[in-house]
């Protein structure tokens, strides 16, 4: 959680939704941070915490609060936190590692705050196994509303969204979207603005003087082409050159080959003058960044590195810098936009939120002095 000192005092309920907020983001907040993020004395938050504990709405902890847990039975749950559920939402990943468990993570936060269950499956990134999961979700038990993030891509997955729309209960789709040309009303979602995440990428390059740089996607994720487009839009509005632009499949970048697969890579940049890389996912970031360094590159100076995820980049050496897309956010808000289309009815407006994905600058693009167009990299 984020303390900003200095920050103007909260008062009243608007103190309580901010705690409640602080805790559907990140499961669990501190006494000691909250007063400083609020700007209000430590007694102060422990009488805000006890009296939204008194109400059912979280559990007290030493030192701070979590999320209502179900093996608290100090009060009588609040009405929105019922024993029994207000809905039954179903909730359809194709993975439960890697980028996933924190959307998961915020799904689960949200659906708990509303007095819901949701119930998680796990697929595979296959149109016919997301399918087939979905189909065994709804047929093991009665569901409100069903959140999935399914392949999008090809016959198969157009094939797989109409069906989706045409299901009887409200459906959300979280970190994907619909084809506009798809027209398919019905489908709201929540997701991260991935074409954003390229254009932020290829204008921080840019404001560090780099003017020859490269993209490096993974060819299977859905992430891959919308972060392409935004890449080639910064690239062509700033008069920046890409010379260097690999979609990979990721058994060549982690698979036996990819000392081979990453050594091209690199010759490639040193051929072209490049001297920034985005790379998409930071896992690959990682493995050309520790590669290009083992031969003799220094990083930043030789070659500035990008990551997208931030899953693992702030471990490197030197630490990555990142796009973080706000994960357990699109978790958070596609339960929102499900509990609000099953309060608000057919009414309601349907909704496509994009969330911005958030730049964490580190040591691997350290500010340097400018680079030249055409200048040479100074590599084996």
């Known amino acids: 959680m984020d303390a900003r000192n200095g920050a103007a005092p909260a008062f009243g309920l608007s103190r309580q939704e901010r705690i409640l907020d602080e ?113 065994s979700l709804i047929g093991s038990g009665y569901l409100h509303g069903l959140i999935v993030a399914p392949n999008a891509s090809g016959p198969d997955g157009i094939a797989l969204l109409h069906w989706l729309a045409s299901l009887p209960i409200p459906v959300v789709l979280a970190e994907r979207r619909a084809p506009s040309s798809l027209a398919l009303t019905s489908l709201e979602w929540a997701t991260t603005d991935h074409t954003h995440g390229g254009i932020l990428a290829g204008e921080y390059l840019a404001s560090l003087g780099h003017t020859r740089v490269g993209l490096v996607t993974s060819v299977d994720s859905p992430t891959s082409a919308p972060l392409r487009r935004g890449w080639e839009r910064a690239v062509s509005d700033l008069g920046l050159t890409s010379l260097v632009d690999q979609d990979l499949a990721l058994e060549a970048m982690e698979g036996p080959d990819r000392d081979d697969v990453i050594q091209l890579l690199l010759a490639r940049c040193a051929s072209t003058g490049t001297t920034a890389l985005l790379i998409h996912s930071d896992r690959q970031a990682v493995l050309v960044q520790q590669s290009a360094r083992d031969n003799g590159w220094e990083v930043p100076d030789d070659l500035a590195i990008m990551a997208y995820d931030d899953e693992v980049a702030e471990s490197a050496e030197p630490p990555i810098t990142a796009l973080r897309p706000p994960k357990q956010d699109v978790g958070r808000v596609a339960v929102e936009l499900m509990l609000g289309r099953l309060t608000g009815g057919a009414t309601r407006p349907r909704q496509h939120t994009f969330l911005l994905p958030e730049l964490k600058a580190r040591g691997s693009t350290a500010t340097r002095t400018a680079h030249t167009a055409g200048a040479s990299v100074d590599a084996p």
Do not use: C, N
């Open 23 to 135: 805790l559907r983001q990140y499961g669990s907040v501190r006494v000691s941070e909250l007063s400083k993020l609020l700007g209000v004395a430590e007694l102060t938050v422990r009488r805000d915490i006890s009296r939204l504990a008194d109400r059912g709405l979280l559990t007290r902890v030493h030192g701070g609060a979590t999320l209502r847990s179900r093996l608290d039975s100090s009060v009588p749950r609040a009405g929105i936190v019922a024993e029994t559920p207000l809905f039954r939402i179903g909730m359809v990943v194709p993975s439960l590692t890697y980028y996933w468990p924190q959307i998961i993570i915020g799904a689960r936060a949200a659906a708990t705050t509303g007095g819901s269950q949701l119930i998680l499956r796990a697929a595979s990134y296959s149109s016919a196994d997301q399918r087939r999961q979905i189909t």
